[in-house]
T-cell receptor
């Protein structure tokens, strides 16, 4: 089955700096890669996703990149703000009908004001 | 407002006492699923449902039951809870076009089994 590894497990950055979280996956058939943000006391929230037919996707201050050859994908947050502090999860899945999602183990991001 | 509602949010109970965690969504989504979140393990799927009366096991189904009698509701049942089921539980939903990948999560239920 699919295995998703996520690094680092914790990340502290100064406000205004960039943050990068990296994930690798094992199943070359996976082609859908969502990212979730989980704030304290809340459920995960889907913030951005990427499909394997594109190499990069941006949404304001966040971007995801995908390297299918190396089987890794990354979340980039620029100009970090205190409200970006949360736990971030990457995930991998196939598409077509029902497909199970395999999650990474999470990265706790702390943005220091 | 689109939402997934779980109840209770917190529960402390004892081994063997049957409990049910309710989950309801107001988006008319076909897919619903349950996850447990444990430190260092991420989110692991317990059960999922593709529609009314259609359910299947996820990665960690032992000790749990589910039912999907109505499209909006997907309760998680622990018939005889044990301490190893102490965890943070999330219900999630997504539309048919989402392919089952969870789009909306509830805010979680923290269960402590003594």
């Amino acid at each position: 089955g699919e295995n998703v590894e996520q690094h680092p497990s914790t990340l502290s950055v100064q406000e205004g700096d960039s943050a990068v979280i990296k994930c690798t996956y094992s199943d070359s058939a996976s082609n859908y890669f969502p990212w979730y943000k989980q704030e304290l006391g809340k459920g995960p929230q889907l913030i951005i996703d990427i499909r394997s037919n594109v190499g990069e996707k941006k949404d304001q201050r966040i971007a995801v990149t995908l390297n299918k050859t190396a089987k890794h994908f990354s979340l980039h947050i620029t100009e970090t703000q205190p409200e970006d502090s949360a736990v971030y999860f990457c995930a991998a899945s196939k598409s077509g009908g029902y497909q199970k999602v395999t999650f990474g183990t999470g990265t706790k991001l702390q943005v220091i004001p | 407002e689109a939402q997934v509602t779980q109840n209770p949010r917190y529960l402390i109970t004892v081994t063997g006492k049957k409990l049910t965690v309710t989950c309801s969504q107001n988006m008319n989504h076909e897919y619903m699923s349950w996850y447990r979140q444990d430190p260092g393990l991420g989110l692991r799927q317990i059960y999922y449902s593709m529609n009314v009366e259609v359910t299947d096991k996820g990665d960690v189904p032992e000790g749990y039951k589910v039912s999907r009698k109505e499209k909006r509701n997907f309760p998680l049942i622990l018939e005889s809870p044990s301490p190893n089921q102490t965890s943070l539980y999330f219900c999630a939903s997504s539309p048919w076009t989402g392919g089952g990948q969870p789009q909306h999560f509830g805010d979680g239920t923290r269960l402590s089994i003594l």
